[in-house]
């Protein structure tokens, strides 16, 4: 079962967790329990496959929810691209999350999630999934979702605020997946999902859910990177005192790495790396949480000024900032220092970081003690944010094939103003 953080609304069963997301009081669920696996699992994990390793850890968390043969698909599926380390210096090593579909780490949380939903909501006619995006989101949302059947899924995008490489990723896969365009800001488009859900009759003709981050569906897989990057050391002959560091943003995926230690996993101690968005850092200096509006950075996916999952650590280590401590340091870093980063790091390395990455590789870089053996998250392929990157070392970036692909793919976009009144009008007649 799962509580809310906020303490205040009923418990709920997986199914509800994942098709409500949000717990009735706005807290965020979490596991009663966090299942321990045994000594032997880690001792092998090395032995194991990604999938293999990646089956246990969602057995342990969804086993009791989902049939054994089920559940293996749904991994099996996700779990479509590697995650393969690579030593970018002695005792550095960067974990590349972004060899999946769209390039960044939020395809495996989006695809885990698209097939948790069928399999709970599978049957009971369509479910329409409605998801605004400032770029990144919609991308793995979309292609997450794709193909995937009794769902349908609306991203809602501001005409002309996301870049031409984003856009493509949402806006030519056709399908079960409707691009609309909307006439306005980021800020409009959300304003449109959330008028959606509390709309009566719109609620009373379809079924619309969203696809959240803080969903468990699309946190908690996460983990998976986590086993598979110590798996890997352990084939190195490297896992001793390990240290993880995570580029962080709304802080899920450093929160899954949290819950694969709880499990067992023996990484030693984590980072969280931020960019100029510094409220975590400064929590981890002061023991004060305080939010503020975001500010926008070069590494863009990561510029939240309220980490949503905050909460989940928070009650994760029971209220405590010394408990945090103990597990998580923190870097921040400016724009002019991820540039400093990126060109020092593809010098000397011939490594060439994104600008998330480079936040987490400069923070493990900082802080590694003598003795230590880190790795990174390498969060997003550089070729997503190529003008970025061109800019700063002076040479071109090739563009992966995949992503070349979408970029030949005709956009279909509907196009929409920013009153609620169109967008109801355009859901009712797709009913
Ligand atoms: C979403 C994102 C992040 C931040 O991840 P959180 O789980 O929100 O902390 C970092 N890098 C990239 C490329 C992202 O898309």
């Not at 409500?20 to 966090?34: C, F, Q, S, V, W």
């Not at 009791?64 to 698909?73: G, N, Q, V, Y």
């Not at 899954?256 to 969280?272: Q, V």
């Not at 030949?408 to 967008?423: C, H, I, N, R, T």
């Amino acid at each position: 079962m799962y509580y809310s953080t906020n303490g205040k609304a009923p418990r709920a069963d997986l199914r509800k967790a994942v098709v409500k997301g949000l717990a009735e009081d706005r807290g965020l669920y979490m596991p009663e329990r966090i299942p321990q696996l045994p000594e032997a699992f880690f001792r092998t994990l090395g032995e194991r496959s990604f999938v293999d390793n990646s089956l246990e850890v969602a057995k342990a968390f969804f086993g009791e929810d989902i049939p054994a043969e089920e559940l293996s698909r749904i991994v099996t599926e996700t779990l479509c691209f590697d995650c393969p380390l690579r030593e970018v210096e002695p005792g550095i090593y960067a974990l590349e999350l972004f060899h999946g579909p769209t390039l960044a780490f939020k395809d495996v949380g989006a695809r885990f999630m698209a097939r948790l939903l069928r399999h709970f909501t599978g049957g009971e006619g369509q479910v329409n999934v409605l998801v605004a995006t400032s770029g990144d989101t919609g991308s793995a949302v979309a292609n997450g979702f794709l193909g995937v059947d009794g769902i349908r899924v609306f991203v809602l995008y501001p005409k002309g605020k996301v870049s031409p490489i984003q856009e493509c990723q949402f806006t030519t896969l056709g399908k079960n997946i409707t691009a609309l365009e909307i006439d306005g800001v980021f800020d409009d488009c959300q304003a449109l999902v959330k008028a959606a859900f509390l709309d009566t009759e719109l609620n009373a003709a379809m079924r619309l859910t969203s696809a959240n981050s803080i969903n468990v569906a699309r946190f908690l897989p996460q983990a998976f990177y986590y086993f598979w990057a110590y798996a890997q050391l352990q084939r190195l002959g490297k896992a001793g005192k390990v240290v993880c560091c995570v580029p962080s943003g709304n802080f899920g995926n450093l929160c899954a790495a949290l819950f694969g230690k709880r499990m067992g996993l023996p990484i030693g101690r984590f980072i969280a790396a931020n960019n100029a968005n510094s409220v975590f850092y400064e929590f981890l200096q002061t023991g004060d949480y305080r939010p503020r509006p975001s500010v926008q950075t070069l590494a863009n996916a990561m510029d939240v000024g309220d980490p949503s999952n905050f909460a989940r650590i928070w009650d994760l280590y029971g209220k405590s900032p010394e408990a945090i401590r103990a597990d998580i340091s923190g870097g921040t870093y400016a724009d002019a220092q991820i540039a400093d980063t990126i060109r020092d790091c593809y010098s000397r390395t011939g490594y060439l970081l994104d600008p998330h990455g480079a936040c987490g590789y400069r923070a493990l870089k900082e802080g590694l003690q003598p003795g230590e053996v880190g790795f990174f998250c390498e969060t997003a392929h550089p070729a997503k944010f190529k003008d970025t990157v061109e800019a700063i070392i002076g040479e071109l970036v090739a563009i992966p094939e995949r992503l070349a692909a979408f970029m030949q793919g005709e956009k279909q976009a509907v196009p929409l103003p920013k009153d609620f009144g169109a967008f109801k009008q355009f859901l009712l007649e797709r009913r």
